[in-house]
Structures are given as structure tokens and as C-alpha cells.
């Protein structure tokens, strides 16, 4: 059974004492309320908390995730963090290929793949983020876009490198618009999207990839989305900043 994911990405949200709150709140919640074991809830906070905040988890129902890294491992990269920096301070999923990313910050496919192979070569998991803007969708190219993506930042690994990457799939249009995909969009970008790892490594290995939606997950759509037969879960996140709904989408498997 593919493992099911609450992911969220506070992007640059909290102060210090703000951020800590949400999280003790959020994994005493999660700690009391989630019953299913195949469940993971994983919460993505600013890079300087990270340190402090992995201290703040006790359970394995919860894990920590940064929100980017450097695929070098050391040297003069001035403000970069590189994933055995990340590994060292408790962070088990690094979030890669968000749309704010590689629009602002210029960060193309080659990039993101070099990301996902200093992930792996440390064993943390990358979750992998591709998503086509509205004109691309209203242009009718979204699924070859995405599929590029795809193609350029996984396909160089091996199957038992596959395995490892968790996939979030976020339309540009969906994202803190309030404006969510309808579960059958997701749907149907998902399973296009488990076709084309098919083609490439075999059904067994797609069936065995969670792919995650972002874009507007809140409580009150969660169940919809995640009832659909390849969506895995979601990357959430405004709603990831309320630690009650936040709990309650990771509850709506
Ligand atoms: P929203 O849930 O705020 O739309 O953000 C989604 C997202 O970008 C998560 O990475």
C-alpha cells in the first residue's frame, strides 16, 4: 500500500515563538487524533527553526522537512544550506521543484535534478514539485509540460532511486489562489502522471510512488481529493498554518 502524506509548507511564515507553537500544537494533536498508521504528516518549516524544531518532535507519526537545499555539498555558496547540513539537524524531507522556486529564483530542471540526487545520495527523500502555469493549461500543453518536468528532474534515477521521491504535483493557477484543482483535474494529472513513470520503470514501480496535490488544500476539500485513486495526499499550505485544520486534512484519508 503506498504511503499516505500530510505535508506542509509554511513557506516564509512564523516568528520564531509563532512557529513553534503551531508545531508542538500540531504534533500533540497528530500524536492524540491519528489513528492511521500509514499516515505521515510531515511539516516544512523555515530553515532557521529547523534545529530547534526537530527537538519539538516525538513521535514518528511527524517528520521535519526544509524547504530547499543546495545540491553542492560544502563550499563557498554563500547562503545556501546543502542537504548533510539539513541531515544533521534531524530533517528527513527536503521539498524541491516548488513553482516559487524555480520562478522567482530561476531554478531550471538540471537544477532540481543535481537537488535530487544530493537528497538521495543522503538519504532523505525529496518531494519532488512540478505544476504547469493556467496559460499552459488553457493552451492545452499541461500534461506534456508536466511530463517534461518529470522526465528532466527524475528520469536519469534507477528504479530503486524512484522509490525514494515523493511527488507533489501543484498547479501555478491553484496555488494560494483559493482556487483548488477539482478532485477529477488531480485525478486525471495523477494517474497521467503514474502512466508516464510506468512507461519508464514498470507499473510495480509507479503503483509504489506517492504522488501528492498542492494548491489550495484546505479541511474542508481534502477528503474529495484524497479519496481519489492516485492521489496519495497533499502539500499543503496556508491551511498548513492552522494547526487544528492542518491536523483535520491529515485526518481526511
Ligand atoms: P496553498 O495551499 O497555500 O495553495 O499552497 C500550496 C503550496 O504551494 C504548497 O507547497
Known amino acids: 500500500m503506498r504511503k499516505k502524506y500530510a505535508a506542509g509548507n509554511w513557506k516564509m511564515n512564523t516568528t520564531f515563538d509563532e512557529g513553534k507553537k503551531l508545531l508542538s500544537e500540531v504534533v500533540n494533536m497528530v500524536k ?12 516544512g518549516v523555515p530553515m532557521p527553526y529547523l534545529s530547534t524544531f526537530g527537538q519539538l518532535i516525538d513521535t514518528d507519526k511527524v517528520a521535519l522537512a526544509a524547504q530547499n537545499c543546495h545540491p553542492e555539498a560544502s563550499g563557498a555558496f554563500t547562503g545556501e544550506t546543502s542537504v548533510s547540513m539539513l541531515k544533521s539537524v534531524g530533517v528527513k524531507y527536503v521539498i524541491i521543484g516548488h513553482s516559487e522556486r524555480r520562478e522567482m529564483f530561476n531554478e531550471d530542471d538540471a537544477f532540481v535534478a543535481a537537488k535530487v540526487d544530493a537528497i538521495l ?34 528520469f536519469h534515477l534507477s528504479a530503486d532511486e524512484l522509490k525514494k521521491v ?3 504535483y501543484e498547479p ?15 485525478q486525471e494529472m495523477h494517474k497521467m502522471l503514474r502512466d508516464h513513470l510506468a512507461s519508464k520503470y514498470g507499473q510495480d514501480v509507479a503503483d509504489e510512488i506517492s ?4 494548491g489550495s488544500v484546505k479541511p474542508n476539500n481534502a477528503k474529495e481529493l484524497f479519496g481519489m485513486p492516485d492521489v496519495d495526499g497533499g502539500l499543503v499550505g496556508g491551511a498548513s498554518l492552522d494547526s487544528r485544520g492542518f491536523t483535520d486534512i491529515a485526518k481526511s484519508f
Not at 504522488?211 to 498542492?214: A, M
Open 32 to 43: 492524540d487524533e491519528l489513528t492511521d498508521a500509514n499516515v505521515k504528516v510531515v511539516v
Open 121 to 154: 545520495a543522503e538519504g532523505l527523500t525529496p518531494i519532488f514539485c512540478c505544476g504547469e502555469t493556467l496559460a499552459q493549461r488553457e493552451a492545452g500543453i499541461h500534461f506534456d509540460f508536466v511530463r517534461s518536468q518529470f522526465t528532466n528532474g527524475l
Open 166 to 168: 515523493v511527488i507533489a
Open 172 to 186: 501555478i493557477w491553484a496555488i494560494g489562489t483559493g482556487v483548488t484543482a477539482s478532485s477529477e483535474q488531480a
Open 211 to 214: 504522488i501528492l496535490y498542492g
